[in-house]
């Protein structure tokens, strides 16, 4: 491993998970260097703006059945918010049953860029996996694995 690969890996982490209203909101923090090196277009065409990013966070809302993604980039009093998934469809499975007062576990995937993993019952987030920091971005890292279940 690279001491770039490190540095990226580090700063990749899930921000929050929060259900509000049945919305569930996860995000990875990216350190403002290595988004500044990313592969999306709309990071390049920010000319000399891409210098003042103090804070970027890939976030994913998921609200019923449909998922978005977008990258949040704190640039002083002009953020930014650029989409990345719009309107994607969530595909739920829960299996049900579990240990004492645990529950089940539910599962949410939108395809191949999303997977989350978290406890029915509590809504506690175990597992959560994205594809866009390596495929939209160009960034390597996206994975956050939770506690051991007991």
């Not at 509590?122 to 996206?142: H, K």
Request: net charge negative.
């Amino acid at each position: 491993m690279t001491t770039t690969e490190h540095i990226l890996r580090m700063f990749m982490r899930p921000e929050r998970a929060k259900d509000v209203a049945r919305a569930v909101v996860i995000g990875w923090e990216i350190s403002p260097c290595a988004v500044r090196r990313a592969s999306l277009p709309a990071i390049a065409a920010m000319n000399g703006q891409a210098e003042k990013i103090s804070r970027a966070v890939l976030e994913w809302t998921i609200e019923g059945d449909s998922a978005s993604a977008r990258l949040k980039l704190e640039i002083g009093e002009d953020d930014v918010a650029i989409p990345l998934v719009v309107d994607a469809a969530v595909e739920r499975v829960v299996d049900a049953g579990g240990v004492g007062d645990a529950g089940g576990l539910e599962h949410l995937i939108v395809d191949d860029r999303l997977v989350i993993c978290r406890r029915e019952g509590d809504g506690r987030l175990l597992y959560a996996r994205t594809a866009l920091l390596n495929g939209a971005l160009g960034l390597p890292g996206g994975v956050f694995d939770g506690p051991l279940v007991g």
